[in-house]
């Protein structure tokens, strides 16, 4: 049983980088737990404050003479902080962080921004009394107070800023009239707006059957008290969006609260303007392109109950309602659900063990699950729901695979194969549009020599350059940047050039081939800027191109009527990466990208351009058959142990110094041996010590140590073990140590 409680003395933002440890009483052994509020003497004057229990342990911090005592538990507290502080430790247990790291996850805004004030002018007489003010100051002429007078009339109270600008009053006249006690200044809290002047109409969509019997079969486990979590797989275009809506407005009725996960670069207008007019001001948005000033208005707004539905990227996970109903999680497979930040938590077991603290239902939809959520769904832990047919019966997209070596065999040495450029002609003689999709960002990706098949790499990271549209090399992890060499620095060749396969080329390369075509480009440097997403699509919603060329960003969740053509460059770009994920993100861009076409009236067809059109997870993308595809993938899996079918632990240790973070990750390697051969680690594999897969970054020196078994909870035991190892031995103080389960992207 814990003798000891760690505990945070204040809640304010500002003050999360501190704990204090108390001794627990025998009264009160066995009845604390993680999250309970507490009361506590603090400072030299022994004064009661009260605090947050955020850790139990055996281990004294301090001498235990030094130790006060825990008054009691705080009767009643059912503050939402709660909760979050409770889910701040199960995640500093299970992903691996320290508490402090946690909890300024859970509780992301680190100060309280300015309060955004109103000012108002407000009428302080009767309506007739005024009226009788009003004819006097005609009768002498006093325009500006007679024009102010008569609109507070009309409308009491008027924004201060509006009677200045638009009235066109001076604060001279304002002030006198305060004076002769016509009128009164006030100040109300206004709150950031992140929707604009964006209307509600209420309006209600038809489901179909599928989709009615999807929100009856959760409503009606709802309503009994089951609260589940159910993976929806929906093919694209099947209307999952409406089913999420009819859940919420269900879930909202009963007097509870709604957060609605989705990934940032889907996180558009247009998908926010869908929830917005159903729900208006009691919905609202969270994204990275808010201020601080506009994220703390919303998280305010939750937690005094004025919203009922929050949407927005992992972070919204953690928005303070306090009384939960449904978790959404919309394209539930995207891998920027995974924190590459520590802790390095997975939104989708986060939201799971939020709903189940909270009594609340979780919905995972995607046309592509992740095969960790499939596998869940076929052994039982999730409910499997299907939607197999396109609104209105629309038929899946017709798509052709072109081997890009045939191509070259033809002689045709272009990043358009003869197909693509038939069907794009056709296109703009047509009026329809096109969506042209590769995975690349930037003018080229590596710079290579031909002669001697170096690579042009950054002197401080262990990654290639990237060649941009100003002739200069940049290193997209610590910004170090060069001028593009004019020989190869290795053997003084003349033959250096970049992978010429980024959006801008293919935008340069699709309007000379198609001089009369209007392009667009949609990647990470067009909409670095606040709104970038908004313009580009709406410009293209509206048919002010006929061509949008772009990233990941564009094939998420946009529904563009118009567009009937898809091409996919190089769809096998990600498939050889060094990633056991590599097949199941492919299936997953090609399914997803491919889905975008044929939304509207008019049938869609897809052209995917590929060196290796034999390989299932591109040969089964254009069937769109994801079951066969999960079939095959789950296989491979079981046989190498990986996730889901098994569970990976990776530890790095970072340095200044190489040979000290070698040394410290083979000392920990040491110990998980010794514990191996004694026989207490039966089934754990062990990979490593071995480089990163970036072994340097900003001088920073990288190892990695790898470890598999087929129980989770045995690598939390070896996270916990190695941490409490590493807190106690000075050899760690000049090395970083890091934990990730289930890797997604690795170190």
Same mark, same amino acid.
């Given at each position: 049983?814990?003798?000891?409680?760690?505990?945070?003395?204040?809640? $304010?933002?500002?003050?999360?980088?501190?704990?204090?440890?108390?001794?627990?009483?025998?009264?009160?052994?066995?009845?604390?737990?993680?999250?309970?509020?507490?009361?506590?003497?603090?400072?030299?004057?022994?004064?009661?404050?009260?605090?947050?229990?955020?850790?139990?342990?055996?281990?004294?911090?301090? %001498?235990?003479?030094?130790?006060?005592?825990?008054?009691?538990?705080? =009767?009643?507290?059912?503050?939402?902080?709660?909760?979050?502080?409770?889910?701040?430790?199960?995640?500093?247990?299970?992903?691996?962080?320290?508490?402090?790291?946690?909890?300024?996850?859970?509780?992301?805004?680190?100060?309280?921004?300015?309060?955004?004030?109103?000012?108002?002018?407000?009428?302080?007489?009767?309506?007739?009394?005024?009226?009788?003010?009003?004819?006097?100051?005609?009768?002498?002429?006093?325009?500006?107070?007679?024009?102010?007078?008569?609109?507070?009339?009309?409308?009491?109270?008027?924004?201060?800023?509006?009677?200045?600008?638009?009235?066109?009053?001076?604060?001279?006249?304002?002030?006198?009239?305060?004076?002769?006690?016509?009128?009164?200044?006030?100040?109300?809290?206004?709150?950031?707006?992140?929707?604009?002047?964006?209307?509600?109409?209420? +309006?209600?969509?038809?489901?179909?059957?599928?989709?009615?019997?999807?929100?009856?079969?959760?409503?009606?486990?709802?309503?009994?008290?089951?609260?589940?979590?159910?993976?929806?797989?929906?093919?694209?275009? $099947?209307?999952?969006?409406?089913?999420?809506?009819?859940?919420?407005?269900?879930?909202?009725?009963?007097?509870?609260?709604?957060?609605?996960?989705?990934?940032?670069?889907?996180?558009?207008?247009?998908?926010?303007?869908?929830?917005?007019?159903?729900?208006?001001?009691?919905?609202?948005?969270?994204?990275?392109?808010?201020?601080?000033?506009?994220?703390?208005?919303?998280?305010?707004?939750?937690?005094?109950?004025?919203?009922?539905?929050?949407?927005?990227?992992?972070?919204?996970?953690?928005?303070?309602?306090?009384?939960?109903?449904?978790?959404?999680?919309?394209?539930?497979?995207?891998?920027?659900?995974?924190?590459?930040?520590?802790?390095?938590?997975?939104?989708?077991?986060?939201?799971?063990?939020?709903?189940?603290?909270?009594?609340?239902?979780?919905?995972?939809?995607?046309?592509?699950?992740?095969?960790?959520?499939?596998?869940?769904?076929?052994?039982?832990?999730?409910?499997?729901?299907?939607?197999?047919?396109?609104?209105?019966?629309?038929?899946?997209?017709?798509?052709?695979?072109?081997?890009?070596?045939?191509?070259?065999?033809?002689?045709?040495? $272009?990043?358009?194969?003869?197909?693509?450029?038939?069907?794009?002609?056709?296109?703009?003689?047509?009026?329809?549009?096109?969506?042209?999709?590769?995975?690349?960002?930037?003018?080229?990706?590596?710079?290579?020599?031909?002669?001697?098949?170096?690579?042009?790499?950054?002197?401080?990271?262990?990654?290639?350059?990237?060649?941009?549209?100003?002739?200069?090399?940049?290193?997209?992890?610590?910004?170090?940047?060069?001028?593009?060499?004019?020989?190869?620095?290795?053997?003084?060749?003349?033959?250096?050039?970049?992978?010429?396969?980024?959006?801008?080329?293919?935008?340069?390369?699709?309007?000379?081939?198609?001089?009369?075509? +209007?392009?667009?480009?949609?990647?990470?440097?067009?909409?670095?800027?606040?709104?970038?997403? %908004?313009?580009?699509?709406?410009?293209?919603?509206?048919?002010?191109?006929?061509?949008?060329?772009?990233?990941?960003?564009?094939?998420?969740?946009?529904?563009?009527?118009?567009?009937?053509?898809?091409?996919?460059?190089?769809?096998?770009?990600?498939?050889?990466?060094?990633?056991?994920?590599?097949?199941?993100?492919?299936?997953?861009?090609?399914?997803?990208?491919?889905?975008?076409?044929?939304?509207?009236?008019?049938?869609?067809?897809?052209?995917?351009?590929?060196?290796?059109?034999?390989?299932?997870?591109?040969?089964?993308?254009?069937?769109?058959?994801?079951?066969?595809?999960?079939?095959?993938?789950?296989?491979?899996?079981?046989?190498?142990?990986?996730?889901?079918?098994?569970?990976?632990?990776?530890?790095?240790?970072?340095?200044?110094?190489?040979?000290?973070?070698?040394?410290?990750? =083979?000392?920990?390697?040491?110990?998980?041996?010794?514990?191996?051969?004694?026989?207490?680690?039966?089934?754990?594999?062990?990979?490593?010590?071995? =480089?990163?897969?970036?072994?340097?970054? +900003?001088?920073?020196?990288?190892?990695?140590?790898?470890?598999?078994? %087929?129980?989770?909870?045995?690598?939390?035991?070896?996270?916990?073990?190695?941490?409490?190892?590493?807190?106690?031995?000075?050899?760690?103080?000049?090395?970083?140590?890091?934990?990730?389960?289930?890797?997604?992207?690795?170190?």
């Amino acid at each position: 049983m814990a003798m000891y409680a760690n505990i945070i003395i204040d809640i $304010s933002h500002e003050k999360l980088d501190k704990t204090f440890q108390y001794r627990i009483p025998a009264k009160l052994q066995g009845q604390l737990t993680v999250g309970m509020q507490v009361e506590v003497p603090f400072g030299n004057g022994a004064s009661k404050r009260t605090g947050y229990v955020v850790e139990l342990t055996d281990t004294a911090e301090y %001498e235990i003479s030094k130790l006060k005592e825990i008054t009691e538990i705080v =009767e009643g507290s059912i503050a939402i902080e709660v909760q979050l502080i409770a889910l701040a430790a199960w995640m500093r247990k299970n992903y691996g962080a320290t508490m402090n790291h946690a909890l300024k996850t859970v509780l992301p805004i680190k100060q309280k921004r300015e309060e955004k004030q109103q000012r108002l002018v407000c009428l302080a007489l009767p309506k007739e009394t005024a009226q009788e003010q009003l004819q006097l100051f005609e009768k002498k002429h006093n325009a500006a107070r007679a024009r102010l007078l008569s609109h507070l009339i009309e409308q009491n109270p008027l924004p201060y800023e509006e009677v200045t600008r638009k009235l066109n009053i001076t604060a001279s006249v304002i002030r006198v009239m305060e004076e002769m006690g016509i009128l009164t200044i006030s100040t109300k809290r206004t709150y950031r707006s992140p929707f604009g002047e964006m209307k509600q109409n209420g +309006k209600r969509l038809i489901l179909n059957q599928e989709q009615i019997q999807v929100v009856e079969h959760i409503w009606e486990d709802f309503t009994r008290g089951f609260f589940h979590t159910y993976l929806l797989c929906g093919v694209t275009g $099947s209307g999952k969006t409406a089913v999420y809506i009819e859940l919420i407005e269900r879930v909202v009725k009963s007097g509870r609260q709604a957060i609605v996960l989705i990934p940032e670069i889907a996180l558009t207008y247009q998908t926010v303007v869908r929830f917005y007019q159903r729900f208006g001001e009691r919905v609202s948005i969270l994204n990275s392109k808010m201020s601080q000033g506009e994220r703390y208005d919303q998280f305010e707004r939750a937690k005094n109950g004025a919203l009922d539905v929050m949407i927005g990227p992992r972070s919204a996970l953690f928005t303070p309602f306090s009384n939960l109903g449904i978790i959404i999680m919309d394209e539930e497979h995207e891998t920027s659900y995974k924190s590459e930040t520590i802790p390095r938590y997975h939104a989708r077991e986060t939201a799971i063990e939020r709903a189940r603290m909270a009594g609340a239902s979780v919905v995972l939809g995607s046309a592509t699950p992740s095969i960790d959520s499939y596998y869940n769904a076929q052994i039982g832990n999730y409910k499997l729901l299907t939607l197999e047919k396109r609104i209105e019966e629309k038929p899946l997209p017709r798509c052709y695979t072109i081997d890009l070596r045939e191509e070259l065999k033809q002689g045709n040495r $272009s990043i358009l194969s003869e197909k693509l450029q038939e069907l794009m002609e056709q296109r703009l003689q047509d009026q329809q549009q096109t969506i042209l999709f590769i995975n690349r960002r930037g003018l080229a990706g590596f710079v290579s020599c031909r002669a001697c098949g170096g690579v042009m790499k950054c002197p401080h990271c262990d990654v290639s350059l990237s060649q941009h549209n100003n002739g200069r090399l940049v290193c997209h992890y610590c910004g170090y940047t060069r001028q593009m060499p004019k020989v190869c620095p290795e053997c003084d060749s003349p033959y250096i050039s970049g992978f010429k396969a980024g959006t801008q080329k293919i935008e340069q390369i699709v309007q000379k081939r198609f001089p009369q075509a +209007k392009v667009l480009r949609m990647d990470f440097d067009t909409t670095r800027n606040k709104g970038g997403h %908004e313009k580009i699509l709406s410009a293209f919603a509206n048919h002010e191109a006929d061509i949008l060329v772009g990233t990941q960003m564009i094939v998420k969740g946009h529904d563009f009527p118009n567009v009937t053509l898809v091409g996919v460059l190089a769809a096998d770009l990600s498939l050889h990466l060094s990633d056991y994920h590599a097949p199941e993100r492919t299936f997953q861009l090609i399914t997803q990208a491919a889905g975008r076409a044929g939304r509207g009236k008019l049938p869609g067809e897809v052209v995917i351009q590929t060196y290796s059109p034999d390989h299932y997870a591109i040969a089964l993308a254009k069937k769109q058959d994801y079951r066969k595809f999960y079939e095959t993938e789950i296989a491979y899996r079981e046989l190498m142990h990986y996730p889901p079918c098994g569970h990976m632990l990776v530890m790095l240790a970072a340095s200044r110094d190489e040979m000290t973070a070698y040394l410290s990750i =083979e000392l920990l390697a040491k110990k998980i041996r010794q514990a191996k051969e004694s026989g207490r680690l039966l089934g754990l594999q062990m990979i490593g010590p071995a =480089e990163a897969s970036v072994a340097k970054v +900003k001088d920073i020196y990288r190892k990695v140590l790898y470890f598999k078994h %087929e129980d989770y909870s045995v690598l939390v035991q070896i996270k916990d073990v190695l941490e409490q190892f590493v807190n106690r031995h000075r050899e760690f103080r000049d090395v970083v140590i890091q934990f990730d389960f289930d890797p997604m992207n690795g170190f």
